[in-house]
């Protein structure tokens, strides 16, 4: 059973640009979420997904926009690249439907982004 | 404010010696508490979950933490630290139902000497 993937591994890109980052679920799940992770801190929610919709969303502008789709992978971009973009960022994956309501999330190996 | 603190940025313990990482929460609702461990260039691991039952809870590679409400902390522990516990360690919180957007404090990271 693959866990949840990410791709690609690092990325570089120069301030101004646009980025793409993907994820796939940990099989059985259907809810995605994105994190970043800057050097030396913790991760911070950038958004859920769940039913293709955005959910929820953490206090990130609306540089950062997502989708998912309908096998519940899901794409994280980041248009107009700032220095501060730099971090890693993470996709965790999830599903109410096991587990009940224990909303456990499963990460993946995350996707190292570094803003010149 | 909803939020995780972990006090201890670094820890350095000798092999075989105990460890314990300290976690401290505020959360207005029941809180469903996490701790993760990260291993350098690799995502987040699950240890070990507590929501509710016993305030004692084991989780994988030996780890177990302690829930106590009245000091809204949630502290891991491991009797005898191995080499290969040196990491990233990061204490979360989120809601026990709907989304579950989890907020994580800013990490501890362990070193362990030979």
């Known amino acids: 059973d693959a866990g949840v993937t990410q791709s690609p591994t690092h990325l570089i890109k120069t301030r101004g640009q646009q980025v793409t980052l993907r994820c796939s679920p940990k099989s059985g799940h259907d809810t995605v979420s994105w994190y970043q992770q800057a050097l030396g801190q913790g991760p911070q929610f950038i958004f859920q997904?769940?039913?293709?919709?955005?959910?929820q969303r953490g206090n990130f502008p609306d540089r950062f926009s997502g989708h998912q789709f309908p096998n519940y992978s899901s794409e994280l971009n980041v248009n107009a690249l700032l220095l501060g973009d730099s971090a890693l960022y993470l996709c965790a994956s999830s599903s109410p439907k096991t587990g009940g309501t224990h909303n456990e999330q499963f990460f993946g190996p995350g996707t190292r982004l570094t803003v010149l | 404010a909803q939020s995780v603190t972990q006090p201890d940025i670094h820890i350095t313990v000798s092999e075989g010696a105990s460890l314990e990482l300290r976690c401290n929460y505020s959360?207005?609702?029941?809180?469903?508490l996490f701790w993760y461990v990260q291993s350098p260039g690799q995502g987040l691991q699950l240890l070990l979950k507590?929501?509710?039952?016993?305030?004692l809870v084991q989780g994988i590679k030996g780890f177990e933490a302690e829930f106590k409400r009245s000091q809204s902390s949630f502290n891991l522990r491991k009797p005898s630290v191995h080499w290969s516990d040196a990491a990233e360690y990061f204490c979360a919180v989120g809601p026990y139902g709907g989304y579950n957007k989890l907020i994580f404090g800013a990490g501890t990271r362990l070193a362990v000497h030979p």
């Open positions: 997904y769940y039913e293709e919709e955005e959910r």
């Open positions: 507590y929501f509710s039952g016993d305030t």
């Open positions: 959360y207005g609702a029941t809180p469903y």
